[in-house]
């Protein structure tokens, strides 16, 4: 977010039936990545109890009126990450009912480990990003069997595989525990 101040909505929205861009979330512990000049508008920030009650005194974001923060728990087990479990009931107490991913390894891996997926949809793009590319998952394998690293199994059911493009795209849903 602080690099590149995405604006994180649907740039081709074209639509006239009254339905609206869907509400942008972020994920941010300690909220440390969010700009002062934040381009998304009506942004949900879902940070700690603490980085919230922080926030509230502090007051330095100039779109305060579009910005929510939702402090939520953090897990008991991890570095003080925050308990996704809860921030998804933060946000369905905010009208919120279902929710697309998108993140790196860490954020895509932690909601697969946790069970909190029901499908996926992975874009496979044919950038080469040096000779030690960034893995999309940590410790989730994208096949039956053993993770390597320990990790969570990503066996898809009902898999379907498109070409788009120069992209691939495949869709499958999770196989909930």
């Not at 008991?76 to 905010?94: A, C, G, K, T, Y």
């Amino acid at each position: 977010m602080k690099v590149d101040n995405p604006r994180l909505n649907v740039r081709h929205w074209n639509v006239t039936d009254g339905r609206q861009q869907p509400r942008p979330v972020v994920i941010d512990t300690h909220m440390k990545n969010i700009p002062a000049d934040c381009r998304a508008d009506f942004l949900i920030v879902c940070c700690s109890e603490a980085a919230a009650a922080k926030y509230k005194n502090k007051q330095s974001h100039q779109h305060d009126k579009q910005l929510k923060i939702l402090g939520c728990r953090t897990s008991i087990d991890s570095d003080n990450h925050l308990d996704l479990s809860h921030v998804l009931e933060r946000l369905r107490d905010e009208g919120i009912q279902s929710v697309m991913v998108e993140g790196g390894a860490s954020t895509l891996s932690s909601f697969a480990r946790a069970d909190l997926v029901d499908a996926f949809v992975v874009t496979i793009a044919p950038k080469l990003i040096g000779l030690n590319g960034l893995n999309a998952f940590s410790g989730v394998s994208l096949v039956g069997g053993e993770s390597s690293s320990g990790g969570v199994d990503l066996d898809l059911l009902n898999p379907i595989i498109v070409s788009l493009g120069r992209d691939v795209v495949i869709v499958g849903e999770w196989p909930h525990k």
